[in-house]
């Protein structure tokens, strides 16, 4: 199997300094080097100012491309988002002396094994979810919208896109962050992520800030009973916490989406964990990038309905949705489905499946 096994923050001290004595020196250094919760706003600075020069480039681009809503403006925008957080990380493992590819995504791994098996599940995952809805009168193709060789182009550009979406989608809530949250300590994540929450609020304030608070004490709070001795030991919040309150902020950004409800946000929520459970299993992102991929493919190209509330131009159909919400998802599309929540659940049988758990104690492992 094209895996390995995933790293534990904890095995891979950044820095090695001597114990640190003094109240300024226990404010940022720990056993381990500099704290977690300062890696991470390194990191954000890093990214926040790749971010603001590249963004320069991208606005005299926007000028060029029929504007930010043009597909080759989006396309641009996504691998630029990569670029940036990717890139921020590359610094960051000069600065920890480690290798690159224990945030989640292994150059050896890279569009091989786990990927393609990955894409697969993917797209079996969306063709089951659209044949669900057929079969119960919610979906029909319609008519080819596309012909002749604009087929193959548009599908070439959707897959290319929409990898570059699972990558930086990916590697932003499960690359770097995810690695370093694990070893943050509880109040410092509590309090910096109900302050990030709150920040999104004040753009949409009809989000419910107060579910998404309790969730994320929640999710706090329950991460700690799954703690395994190795993590206890850092004294961080450990994995699942960290993966919990991410796939959180995952499914909030993605409530901006025009189009997009309260039942396709939890199943955002919900499929960043599953996207946790394959990193944890795998040790990579290699195969959440896969299938990511495919099944935003399939939804906006092949079965050519809303992906996530968007309405994407060249899609292969004239494809229509109609009857219930719960049925066909509304315009959020198939993700806010019912029937989206039965094929997630299969699809955490075939993860815990195709790669069972090494570990002694094997809940969530």
Request: neutral net charge; hydrophobic residues 55%; charged residues 10%.
């Amino acid at each position: 199997m094209d895996a390995e096994p995933f790293t534990d923050p904890s095995s891979l001290p950044p820095l090695t300094p001597p114990p640190p004595v003094g109240i300024a020196s226990k404010i940022f250094l720990d056993e381990a080097g500099l704290r977690a919760e300062w890696r991470l706003l390194v990191y954000a600075a890093f990214v926040a100012a790749i971010f603001s020069g590249g963004g320069l480039v991208l606005q005299h681009l926007a000028r060029h491309t029929r504007g930010v809503s043009s597909p080759v403006y989006l396309f641009v925008g996504e691998v630029f988002g990569f670029v940036v957080v990717f890139g921020a990380a590359l610094i960051m493992s000069l600065i920890e002396h480690r290798s690159p590819g224990v945030y989640g995504l292994p150059a050896g791994s890279a569009f091989r094994k786990l990927f393609w098996q990955g894409f697969l599940i993917g797209l079996a995952e969306i063709s089951a979810l659209v044949g669900l809805i057929s079969a119960f009168g919610g979906y029909s193709f319609g008519t080819l919208a596309l012909h002749g060789a604009d087929i193959l182009r548009w599908a070439a550009f959707w897959i290319v896109f929409f990898v570059f979406v699972g990558l930086f989608e990916e590697f932003l809530f499960r690359g770097y962050t995810q690695f370093t949250l694990a070893d943050a300590s509880f109040w410092p994540t509590a309090i910096v992520f109900s302050l990030l929450f709150w920040l999104l609020h004040l753009s949409n304030q009809s989000d419910g800030i107060g579910f998404w608070l309790a969730a994320l004490v929640l999710s706090l709070l329950f991460g700690r009973l799954l703690l395994k001795n190795a993590e206890k030991k850092t004294g961080g919040i450990g994995f699942w916490s960290a993966a919990m309150v991410l796939s959180l902020l995952f499914g909030r950004v993605h409530l901006g989406n025009q189009g997009e409800n309260w039942v396709g946000v939890l199943g955002v929520v919900l499929i960043g964990l599953i996207f946790a459970l394959s990193l944890r299993r795998t040790g990579s992102l290699w195969f959440a990038v896969g299938l990511h991929a495919s099944f935003d493919f399939g939804e906006t190209f092949l079965y050519s309905v809303p992906n996530s509330g968007n309405v994407f131009a060249g899609h292969l159909s004239d494809a229509t949705l109609h009857g219930a919400k719960w049925l066909t998802g509304g315009t959020v599309g198939p993700e806010g489905s019912v029937f989206s929540f039965l094929t997630m659940a299969i699809l955490v049988l075939v993860v815990h499946r195709l790669y069972p758990a090494k570990s002694s104690n094997p809940t969530f492992s």
